[in-house]
């Protein structure tokens, strides 16, 4: 289980006269539970990346706490890295190792080895359905190549927690599916996973809780029913408008 | 322990892959040393073959029959110049020098005034120079020659000329000659240290930030230090097996040299390859760490290949700054790396005596600033700014 309580974290550029303080979370919380997948649901700029990065223990919050399994991303960041995988936006890989290579390197960092290793990175492959990729050096792999890629690297160490930030960004329609397949079998493994989205249909057909974050704050937090009913609307889509941007947008 | 193994692993396949590493290495280590030596051995066979030349340029000899006579008994040919000699030195055309005669030469010298010639050369150039030096020798000898016979016909001892006799010792270094262009190999060995490390360490670094990796890999529990150190040993790796590539480059280079006044000022062989190595390699410990330090705070390959040319600038320069400034063997050199290393390995050559303190102190301060330079990347890969700003 992930535990948010009252975020926020300011970003500060230049000096001086030129300082400029950018307010990117000003107050975050959710809860999201094990066996579900929660979407962070928010326009850009709402401070859903920087919420994850958080929880990745990678940002300090200024203020507040995040929980990651019951372990504190501030004080005990070892804890939580080890039972999370994050898919972050960055997902560079090696273009000189092949796929199994890249993701070797992940399971080894996290004291993962032998044949245990090798057959959990097969088993992977073959879930997100890259497997006759996996000896080939992943320079030139397309955008839904590296995203398979760096997701079986993200996941090569079964975690318990998975952050996703805007998967499917950049996807067609095949990748995506194959994606989406994926979650849907980590939840049912009983997974606890966060992902960031502004794509209402996918949001729609994955998750069960929705978090609506606008101006770094959450506006509502519950399933996808009670965002409708409390807005009034018939679609997820005027729900989160409403909601975000207030209404007549 | 397992985390830092498994870091040198990745960064040592991976460097392996890459092309444009193999390439550097290559060529840096197989083709400095030889086409060193090559280009030195050309431009010192020139000058001895020049300063050996049978042939010398008098211009106007038949107005000067015994000096042509003198040079003859020397075993020189005597040739005419071409014509407009003058002009064509002066262009830059012509790499010799010409001994030009005035008429009445002989009258001058039968009536015992003074004979002058003139040697027409251009001091710009060596091979120009040393001809006009030899020319100028030869006709002081001559003329040595024919005071001595006025003496003689006089009855005058001529040794009553030569009251003082002056004699060259060098006692400087006990290799003489024979190191004389083996400042050379520090001046490439230093440059080749760098060269090899410079590829990897980008790619290391800045090479992370930029093609997004950075980020995803800080998020697996290892250590900053584990991953800093891992990618500083492989391009060590790197960077001594480039020093080592030059090394043994010159060492065979040396060996295979047939010109004997080259092989004589270039005698470098496994005591020296080996003094070379022991001063250089803490030397490639701080290129290593320096270089990745330097180029992590670039967000692109070509924003860091941009800040680590200041590195290579100060390195290449730093050897022949002590030559230029004709900087004297003193203890503050020792403190500052490249020029410690060069002033160490210029005293091995020479045969001057190198204490524990001259190995000991260039190697010491390398290995400090290794360890500060490989802090600072642990330090700077926890903050923000590093890490999520991409090129």
Request: charged fraction near 20%; aromatic fraction near 4%; hydrophobic fraction near 50%.
């Amino acid at each position: 289980m992930i535990r948010v309580e009252a975020l926020t974290k300011t970003f500060v550029t230049g000096r001086g006269r030129q300082r400029v303080e950018v307010h990117a979370v000003r107050g975050v919380s959710f809860t999201a539970p094990d066996g579900a997948i929660t979407a962070l649901l928010g326009p850009n700029g709402a401070g859903k990346t920087t919420t994850l990065r958080m929880l990745s223990t990678l940002v300090k919050p200024d203020s507040g706490t995040a929980q990651v399994g019951g372990a504190d991303v501030a004080r005990e960041p070892t804890t939580v890295k080890a039972t999370l995988g994050v898919l972050s936006d960055a997902r560079g890989l090696y273009t000189r190792l092949t796929a199994r290579e890249n993701i070797r390197y992940y399971g080894e960092l996290r004291g993962l080895g032998g044949d245990a290793l090798e057959a959990r990175i097969t088993a992977l492959a073959t879930l997100l359905e890259f497997e006759p990729l996996l000896e080939r050096r992943t320079e030139g792999f397309s955008t839904g190549e590296k995203l398979k890629v760096a997701l079986a690297r993200a996941l090569v160490h079964d975690p318990q927690h998975v952050l996703l930030d805007e998967p499917t960004n950049g996807l067609d329609v095949v990748s995506a599916r194959a994606l989406r397949r994926m979650l849907s079998r980590l939840r049912e493994a009983g997974k606890c996973l966060v992902f960031s989205s502004h794509v209402m249909q996918e949001v729609e057909a994955l998750c069960e809780r929705v978090v609506v974050v606008a101006k770094g704050q959450t506006l509502h937090e519950g399933t996808i029913a009670e965002l409708k009913a409390r807005t009034a609307q018939a679609s997820l889509e005027d729900a989160f408008v409403e909601l975000a941007f207030g209404q007549g947008v | 322990m397992s985390q830092l193994a498994t870091v040198v692993k990745k960064e040592v396949i991976d460097a392996a892959r890459d092309r444009r590493v193999w390439l550097v290495v290559l060529v840096t280590a197989l083709v400095s040393g030889p086409v060193t030596l090559l280009l030195v051995s050309k431009f010192m066979s020139d000058l001895k073959s020049r300063a050996e030349a049978r042939e010398v340029l008098v211009d106007n000899a038949a107005a000067a029959p015994r000096l042509v006579n003198f040079l003859e008994r020397q075993g020189r040919m005597v040739k005419a110049p071409p014509p407009d000699v003058r002009e064509a030195i002066e262009a830059g055309r012509f790499d010799d020098a010409v001994l030009v005669i005035p008429p009445g030469f002989e009258d001058d010298l039968l009536h015992g005034k003074l004979a002058d010639v003139t040697v027409l050369h251009d001091a710009n150039r060596a091979q120009s120079l040393t001809a006009a030096m030899t020319l100028d020798r030869l006709v002081t000898g001559w003329g040595q020659e024919l005071g001595l016979q006025r003496l003689l016909v006089r009855g005058v001892d001529p040794a009553l000329l030569r009251p003082v006799r002056s004699t060259v010792v060098s006692v400087g270094a006990n290799r003489g000659g024979a190191s004389r262009m083996l400042f050379l190999v520090p001046l490439v060995a230093l440059v080749s240290a760098v060269i090899g490390a410079l590829a990897i360490a980008i790619d290391a670094t800045a090479g992370e930030r930029e093609r997004g990796s950075l980020e995803p890999l800080l998020m697996n529990p290892v250590s900053t230090a584990a991953l800093v150190l891992g990618k500083w040993l492989a391009v060590c790796l790197a960077s001594l097996l480039t020093l080592m590539g030059t090394v043994t480059s010159f060492a065979v280079a040396g060996q295979l040299v047939r010109d004997e006044g080259l092989s004589a000022a270039f005698q470098f062989g496994l005591a020296e390859a080996g003094f070379t190595l022991a001063v250089l390699g803490p030397f490639c410990l701080l290129v290593s760490a320096g270089l990745m330090l330097a180029a992590l705070f670039a967000r692109s390959h070509k924003e860091a290949q941009a800040i680590t040319s200041y590195v290579v600038s100060l390195v290449s320069i730093a050897p022949s700054l002590s030559m230029f400034l004709s900087l004297q063997d003193s203890g503050w050199q020792l403190l500052v790396p490249a020029l410690g290393q060069n002033m160490v390995l210029a005293r091995v050559f020479r045969g001057s005596p190198v204490s524990g303190v001259d190995l000991l102190v260039p190697a010491a301060v390398c290995l400090a600033l290794t360890a500060l330079a490989l802090l600072a990347q642990t330090r700077l890969l926890a903050r923000e700014a590093i890490v999520f700003a991409r090129g």
